[in-house]
Nanobody, 125 residues
Framework: QMQLEESGGGLVQPGVSLTLSCAAS????????IAWYRQAPGKEREGVSC??????YYSDSVKGRFTISRDHAKNMVYLQMNSLKPEDTAVYYC????????????????????WGRGTAVTVSS
């Protein structure tokens, strides 16, 4: 059974950095596309970043500030977030599913996707 668990969220000031972690179990992160989505209060869930076997994706809103990476030895995926802005405030979820990186730009989700419970990030002065 595929399971994911996010951690690393918190309350931070604008401009600082934060790294989110996604611990995977039941599968190997190297073999699957892993994405980070986020959902801000009152808004729909949106795709932020995705890492496939050979490529990565970033939404325009985070490109140049966020970096997605994975650690094979720890079976984890990370989202390094730099220069955080108040509009980055959201609950961040990591997930995996068939063709996820091809869907992340539209935020489309599939019933076969597996998601964690999310970790909240608040960017405020």
């Amino acid at each position: 059974q595929m399971q994911l668990e996010e951690s690393g969220g918190g309350l931070v000031q604008p401009g600082v950095s934060l790294t989110l972690s996604c611990a995977a179990s039941g599968f190997t992160v190297d073999d699957f596309s892993i994405a980070w989505y986020r959902q801000a209060p009152g808004k729909e869930r949106e795709g932020v970043s995705c890492i496939g076997r050979t490529s990565t994706y970033y939404s325009d809103s985070v490109k140049g500030r966020f970096t997605i990476s994975r650690d094979h030895a720890k079976n984890m995926v990370y989202l390094q977030m730099n220069s955080l802005k108040p509009e980055d405030t959201a609950v961040y979820y990591c997930g995996t599913g068939p063709g996820l990186c091809s869907r992340v730009a539209t935020g489309r989700m599939d019933e076969r996707d597996a998601w964690g419970r999310g970790t909240a990030v608040t960017v405020s002065s």
